[in-house]
């Protein structure tokens, strides 16, 4: 690939370990550190939520091999039920978020950047990817779903 980016593959072949549970709390850290102040609140060890409405949440996430977002209701809400609610917004909400709604069952508008999170010195690149995909989400599902407090 031009200029040494990062291929997917390629993270499988270095055999990347596990992120352990302080490496992830100091990435969650370091990310809200680096973002735009707003309120964002412990969803899982490995996520974070952000409120887009009063039933819906973007879901920032990482794992070993990427960090990525995606939409979901309210806690204990179904995949199903939350696709059946978005799907009246359809194909311009996909098409301004460059995502789809039912591309990966259980998230909806899953979008995921491939990188060693294993690997502190990867984290910025992420934080800066994650910023910029969560303000994209939000001011597009605030603009289009409604938001009390549509920034």
Known sequence: MPDRQLDEW???HRGLRS???PEIKRFWEGYIAFRKPVEIVHGSLWSRWRRVADDLVLSLYLT???VGLFVRGERGEGWATTVNRLAS????L???LDASLRGYEGCCYLSNFPLPVTDP???PRGYEWLEERE?????VLSETCGSPDAA
Do not use: K, M, V
């Not at 917004?89 to 311009?92: A, F």
């Not at 303000?135 to 001011?139: G, P």
């Open 135 to 139: 303000e994209n989400y939000h001011r």
């Open 19 to 21: 992120l352990s549970s």
């Open 121 to 123: 010195a990867s984290w």
């Open 94 to 96: 996909g098409e301004a």
């Open 10 to 12: 390629d993270i499988s």
């Open 64 to 66: 070993n091999r990427s």
């Open 89 to 92: 917004y359809e194909p311009r």
